[in-house]
């Protein structure tokens, strides 16, 4: 073999090799703790586990400030609000379920929830995207979800 073309080979061959062996063990977990790697005289940091989101807690809040703001819109105690549904969900746009007349929207899913709060047999409904605070969405404009209802919040 010309020695010219050697080193190039065995650099391209092991660039092969590696790249294969990275690529054919599949996805790996993150470390727990960041960490280093010693590689040569190169040093590359494991990127740390990226803790899981706590949706029923999230959830949970989210719909008691939906409870607090029907109590204050209609003037009511909080305890005569009856959570009747409160599901996951996906919307079908950004209008989350909820489109006034005039506005455009994106169509996309996007994760949610949608809360049925009762008081004295009237239903209200609110709307929200994760982590996002729920808001009152007027009947005649209220939409079921795309996709749901999903899990059970409460």
Known sequence: MNSLLKPG?????CYVVLAGTACSQGPSAPKAEPSS??????????????????FGAMWTQQVSEAVEDLAQREG????????????????GSSAVGCPEEGVSYTEAMVPGLWVLLEVDGV?????????ESLFYCPTERARAPAYGPGEEIM
Do not use: C
């Open 37 to 54: 790697v010693s590689e040569g005289s190169v040093e590359q940091k494991v990127p740390e586990a990226r803790p899981s989101t706590d």
């Open 123 to 131: 239903v209200y409904y609110y709307h929200g995207k994760n982590g």
């Open 76 to 91: 009511i105690p909080a305890d005569t609000i009856k959570v009747r549904e409160a599901r996951s969900v996906d919307w």
């Open 9 to 13: 080979f065995m650099l391209g061959a």
